[in-house]
Structures are given as C-alpha cells and as structure tokens.
C-alpha cells in the first residue's frame, strides 16, 4: 500500500499506475485502484469522475519521467542507428526498473499500435530533426527508407516480447 502521508490525489495516481500496469486499462475497475489507493470509490470519484480522466494523469506521470530523455535521443547529434540504439537502450532500462510496464505497453499496443505516438505528439515532441535527419541519411544510401509512425510501435512491441521470452 502507498504510504499516507502522500495527498490523496497522488496517492491514487500511483495505486491507479500499479493496477493499470498488472490488468491493463480495459481489465481495471474503480473499485480496484480504490483498494489498491486505500479509499473509497466515493472518494475516488471525488478526485476523478472516470477511469478515462485517472489513466489520462498516469499517462502523463509516466510521460514526465519519458519524454525529457525522448527529447535528448531526438536531438542528439549522432546518426539515426545510433539514436536507435540510445532508444532500445532507455526503453531497456526503463522496462528494467518498471517490470510491469512491458505487459501494459503490449497489452495497450495490441489495443491500439498507435497510442504511443499520439502520446508523444500531446506532449509537443518535436520529431521534426529526426525526420529531416531520416530523409537525409535515406538520400545518402546510409539506411532504408520507414515511416517512423509505423516502426516505433513496432519496436517497442517486438522489445517487449523478447522481454517476456528471454525471461529478464
């Protein structure tokens, strides 16, 4: 359970985090982060009308841990295989200290591939420099032409498979 010195609000962020994790979105009832959160469904409906409303403030808790080191990759000033590599490595990292994020990243995957790039775009992530950097190095032989749209989801999912099948 979370501490209760924590204010309520956060503290059923972080319960509704844990729950969203272990079920996914679509298998997680109110009445479950409300016990996971130690409060009443009354109470947690004072704090958040629905389950939309609360995975919204997970999404961006977990987007404010993300994003800044996201922004970094973008904007480094290596070659697009390098900023690949950078990103394998922090999603590596990440789903190492956050075990239950890789099931809920491939649970909300095969619910929709797309969602984790319209998450970016909320958040105004400027993949603008990648993308001229894309066509650059596609023009100079030096890679095969992707859409990133469509590859990211794709990575991140087969980098969550090969999570649970190597057992890490």
């Known amino acids: 359970m979370i501490s209760e010195n924590i204010d309520p609000e956060t503290r059923i962020i972080e319960a509704a985090n844990r729950v969203f994790l272990k079920y996914g979105v679509d298998d997680t009832t109110m009445s479950q982060i409300a016990d996971e959160a130690d409060i009443s469904r009354t109470s947690l409906h004072y704090y958040f009308k629905n389950k ?3 995975f919204q403030k997970v999404l961006e808790s977990i987007q404010d841990r993300v994003i800044p080191t996201l ?9 697009v295989l390098s900023k690949i590599e ?3 490595n922090e999603y590596i990292d990440l789903i190492m200290s956050n075990p239950m994020i890789p099931g809920f990243l491939f649970m909300e995957m095969q619910r929709d591939a797309k969602w984790i790039i319209r998450l970016l775009n909320v958040r105004n992530l400027n993949f603008d420099k990648l993308k001229i950097q894309l066509e650059k190095e596609v023009a ?4 095969n032409p992707f859409k990133l749209e469509e590859r990211m989801p794709n ?3 087969s980098m ?3 999570y649970f099948e190597e057992g890490l």
């Open 52 to 54: 939309a409303h609360l």
């Open 71 to 79: 922004s970094e990759i973008i904007n480094a000033d290596v070659p």
């Open 86 to 88: 950078m990103f394998v």
């Open 140 to 143: 100079e032989g030096k890679i």
């Open 155 to 157: 990575w991140c999912c």
């Open 160 to 162: 969550t498979r090969f």
